[in-house]
């Protein structure tokens, strides 16, 4: 979580987007960026459809920069077409703040543990 804020700060005012890797044990490890991903368009998230299919990759994470961290509905249309847990962070994306939170497919609200 800090690495997705740290990106979504660097990003900022632009959105940023990268797909979620889980390890064995279905803990988040890696952020997989894409190149042209980050950008300040909505454009962002659907270029991680051309991911090659690979199902260690469970979901995806995106920043608001409006600091809604709820999602939009063109960003309910995406999760219920790709992966099963997004997170999205709002600005100021600051973990203490809480200001994220992660959705199913169906654009529920889900819980997480942040180990770190
Ligand atoms: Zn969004």
Do not use: C
């Not at 740290?6 to 889980?22: G, K, Q």
């Not at 659907?46 to 939009?72: A, C, K, R, T, W």
């Not at 790709?82 to 200001?99: N, R």
Request: aromatic letters at 10%.
């Amino acid at each position: 979580m800090q690495m997705i804020m740290a990106a979504s700060r660097d990003t900022y005012p632009n959105e940023f987007a990268a797909a979620l890797r889980v390890n064995r044990r279905h803990i988040i490890t890696e952020l997989i960026m894409i190149p042209g991903t980050i950008s300040g368009n909505r454009k962002a998230l659907m270029s991680l459809y051309n991911l090659p299919i690979d199902f260690s990759i469970i979901g995806s994470v995106h920043s608001h920069p409006s600091g809604n961290y709820h999602p939009s509905e063109a960003d309910l249309k995406f999760f219920s077409g790709f992966g099963m847990i997004h997170i999205i962070v709002g600005y100021p994306y600051d973990l203490e703040k809480g200001t994220w939170a992660a959705y199913n497919r169906s654009g529920e609200r889900i819980e997480l543990r942040v180990l770190e």
